[in-house]
């Protein structure tokens, strides 16, 4: 056992003694390439979204008012039409039928109206967080990639750009954010009803 851990020992010496080989730095320059291009595609993408589900949400609005107004116009004619054939605390007793069921009409368009506006608002709130996380991986890939090119080059990186002294503290903060990242995808895969 003794033997084991000497030579774990060594092993850890002569890799921290190796420079970064010059694939590994060449990956990770194309590697943060393909990130960018990533965070720029997704930024498009979420503003696509934002944009469809406006439209859903306009659509849905005009639905919902094209729906109250023929409701509406449907027990006007009830009415209407009603009203010779029925004596007078029978047209009273219809009336106030009628207008129970208009203001019902208006109080669901009006509670399906606001159930939208909020959705749309947290949908867009919940696409605007995951835009920021992802910049934050970004960061995570800058820095590394700061690290493989050279420690001194990963060190100003990690404390210019993102202000943190060491990667304990760095990778502390970015940890913070994958249970964050988790849960938004979940909201916004619930608000829009996609299952994963």
Same mark, same amino acid.
Request: hydrophobic content about 40%; overall charge positive.
């Given at each position: 056992?003794?033997?084991?851990?000497?030579?774990?020992?060594?092993?850890?010496?002569?890799?921290?003694?190796?420079?970064?080989?010059?694939?590994?730095?060449?990956?990770?320059?194309?590697?943060?390439?393909?990130?960018?291009?990533?965070?720029?595609?997704?930024?498009?993408?979420?503003?696509?979204?934002?944009?469809?589900?406006?439209?859903?949400?306009?659509?849905?609005?005009?639905?919902?008012?094209?729906?109250?107004?023929?409701?509406?116009?449907?027990?006007?004619?009830?009415?209407?039409?009603?009203?010779?054939?029925?004596?007078?605390?029978? #047209? #009273?007793?219809?009336?106030?039928?009628?207008?129970?069921?208009?203001?019902?009409?208006?109080?669901?368009?009006?509670?399906? #109206?606001?159930?939208?506006?909020?959705?749309?608002?947290?949908?867009?709130?919940?696409?605007?967080?995951?835009?920021?996380?992802?910049?934050?991986?970004?960061?995570?890939?800058?820095?590394?990639?700061?690290?493989?090119?050279?420690?001194?080059?990963?060190?100003?990186?990690?404390?210019?750009?993102?202000?943190?002294?060491?990667?304990?503290?760095?990778?502390?903060?970015?940890?913070?954010?994958?249970?964050?990242?988790?849960?938004?995808?979940?909201?916004?895969?619930?608000?829009?009803?996609?299952?994963?």
């Amino acid at each position: 056992m003794t033997y084991y851990k000497l030579f774990l020992l060594a092993l850890v010496f002569v890799i921290s003694g190796c420079a970064t080989p010059l694939e590994v730095k060449q990956l990770s320059l194309k590697q943060l390439d393909y990130l960018t291009v990533l965070t720029d595609a997704v930024t498009i993408q979420s503003e696509g979204l934002i944009l469809i589900a406006e439209k859903l949400k306009q659509q849905s609005e005009g639905n919902m008012s094209c729906h109250q107004q023929n409701s509406i116009d449907r027990l006007n004619q009830l009415m209407t039409t009603t009203v010779d054939l029925t004596d007078m605390s029978e #047209r #009273r007793a219809l009336k106030q039928k009628i207008l129970a069921q208009a203001t019902e009409i208006n109080k669901v368009t009006a509670a399906s #109206r606001q159930k939208l506006a909020l959705d749309f608002k947290a949908i867009k709130i919940k696409t605007q967080q995951l835009q920021v996380y992802l910049k934050k991986i970004k960061e995570v890939q800058v820095v590394l990639n700061g690290y493989i090119q050279s420690q001194k080059a990963g060190e100003q990186l990690l404390s210019s750009s993102v202000g943190h002294t060491s990667v304990d503290g760095f990778l502390g903060t970015i940890n913070t954010y994958i249970p964050l990242i988790k849960l938004a995808s979940g909201e916004l895969a619930h608000l829009l009803q996609v299952k994963q």
